[in-house]
C-alpha cells in the first residue's frame, strides 16, 4: 500500500527546509565578520638598515598566531594607503596601477584587504593555507600566509605581456616590503612562488585577469 502524504504535511517539511537554510546563512553571514585592523604603528621597529642586515628568507614556521597589531602593522607595510589625500601605497606600482590585491589566508578563513578601509573582509571560511603552500605543505603551519594577486586590467598599456611584466615587478615589490617589516619587528617570513595556482583560482574565483604572482608566509621565530 503506497501512503500518500497530505498537502500540510509537505508545507511542513517545505517550511523546515527554508527554516534550516536561513538558520545556516545567519550562521555564515555571522561567521563572515570583517576584521578591523589598528592604526599602524608607525613608530615600531629596528632602524632600517639594522632590518637589511637580518633580511632572510625563513625555513620553518610554528603556528602562534600573530597580534591584531602585528597584523595590521604588517598590511599597512604590505601595501596599505600612506598617503590618505593622494590614495597611494606603501609599495610604489608602473603607472600607479595599484594593481596588487592582498589576500589573508588564516585558520580562520581567506580574508580581502581592503586598504582604504583598512579592513579584512572575510570570502572564504576554513582553513585554506594548505593550497598557498603547494608541494611545500610545510608552510601551511605559518600562522598568516599573504597571497599578492595582481589584476593585470588595471594596466592601461596594450599588451599582455607589458601587463604581465610590470605585474611581476610590483608584486615583487610588495612582497620585499612584507620582508623588510618582518626583518625589523622580529617577524619571519619568506617569499615564494609555490602555490597551487588552480585551487587558488578556484576557491577565490578569481576572474581571468587576475593573476596570483607571489606569497609570503608570515610568523614569529621558531625558537
Ligand atoms: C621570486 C621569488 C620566488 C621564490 N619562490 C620560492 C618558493 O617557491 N619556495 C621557496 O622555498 N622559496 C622561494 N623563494 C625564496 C628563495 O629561495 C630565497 O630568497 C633564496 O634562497 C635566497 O635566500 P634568502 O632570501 O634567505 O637570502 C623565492 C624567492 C623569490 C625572490
Known amino acids: 500500500m503506497i501512503v500518500k502524504p497530505n498537502n500540510s504535511i509537505i508545507m511542513r517539511i517545505i517550511a523546515v527546509f527554508l527554516q534550516f537554510i536561513c538558520f545556516s546563512g545567519c550562521i555564515l553571514a555571522q561567521d563572515m565578520k570583517p576584521i578591523t ?13 639594522e632590518a637589511f642586515s637580518l633580511r632572510a628568507s625563513a625555513t ?13 602593522d604588517l598590511l599597512f607595510a604590505a601595501n596599505g ?20 590585491d592582498i589576500y589573508v589566508f588564516m585558520q580562520e578563513g581567506i580574508y580581502f584587504y581592503d586598504a582604504a578601509k583598512s579592513i579584512l573582509n572575510q570570502i572564504v571560511a576554513g582553513d585554506q593555507r594548505l593550497i ?17 594577486v595582481s589584476d593585470i ?5 596594450a599588451d599582455d605581456a607589458a601587463k604581465l611584466d610590470a605585474a611581476g615587478k610590483d608584486a615583487g615589490i610588495v612582497s620585499q616590503n612584507i620582508n623588510i617589516f618582518c626583518a625589523g619587528t622580529g617577524l619571519i617570513t619568506r617569499p615564494r612562488g609555490t602555490m597551487d595556482l588552480e585551487k587558488i583560482r578556484s576557491i577565490l574565483k578569481l576572474k581571468e585577469s587576475q593573476r596570483p604572482m607571489l606569497n609570503n608566509p608570515v610568523g614569529y621565530p621558531v625558537k
Open 81 to 100: 594607503i600612506n598617503r590618505k589625500d593622494v590614495s597611494k601605497r606603501t609599495a610604489p606600482s608602473a603607472m600607479n596601477a595599484q594593481d596588487i
Open 153 to 157: 586590467s588595471r594596466f592601461k598599456m
Open 37 to 49: 585592523l589598528n592604526p599602524p604603528d608607525l613608530k615600531r621597529g629596528l632602524p632600517v638598515m
Open 132 to 148: 598557498v603552500a603547494g608541494r611545500q605543505e610545510a608552510f601551511a603551519k605559518a600562522p598568516v600566509m599573504l597571497l599578492l
Open 60 to 72: 620553518e614556521f610554528n603556528d602562534k598566531k600573530l597580534t591584531l597589531q602585528d597584523l595590521s
